[in-house]
């Protein structure tokens, strides 16, 4: 029995983690700093993988204890809490589009920029043009 309120108290540590990291996670994507996005992921991903691999066993586990009333009151919690994180995760999914969206304009408009200067650039063939020639050569 203590088994399962080990596995489900550790799953709720986790979820709390994410949830605590929610006001940063929203920080961090309107700075739209790759760098900061690209830590931010790798750090919940460190998490989400832990508990995965925790809760791989969660099943088994309450099979024999399903009629326990502390561990239904914990999934009911881990419930709530999944919920909460899986909220934030899909305002999260909408600001990541969004960004994606105005990053790609921004590189649009960059890569415009750039070949509208290449095309006032000089061409560069081996020998410059003549600037004035007489009329035999």
Do not use: C, H, W
């Amino acid at each position: 029995m203590s088994e399962i309120l080990d596995v489900l108290t550790s799953i709720s540590g986790q979820l709390d983690e994410l949830i605590e990291a929610m006001p940063s996670q929203v920080e961090v994507l309107e700075s739209r700093d790759a760098e900061r996005i690209s830590r931010l992921m790798e750090e919940r991903a460190q998490v989400i993988e832990s508990m995965v691999a925790v809760s791989e066993r969660v099943p088994a586990l309450l099979e024999s204890s399903s009629d326990d009333s502390s561990v239904k009151s914990l999934v009911k919690t881990l419930d709530d809490k999944l919920q909460t994180v899986l909220d934030a995760d899909r305002k999260a999914e909408s600001l990541l589009a969004e960004l994606t969206l105005d990053l790609g304009g921004q590189l649009r408009q960059a890569n415009t920029t750039l070949v509208a200067r290449e095309a006032y650039k000089p061409s560069s063939s081996g020998q410059p043009a003549a600037r004035f020639s007489d009329r035999e050569g």
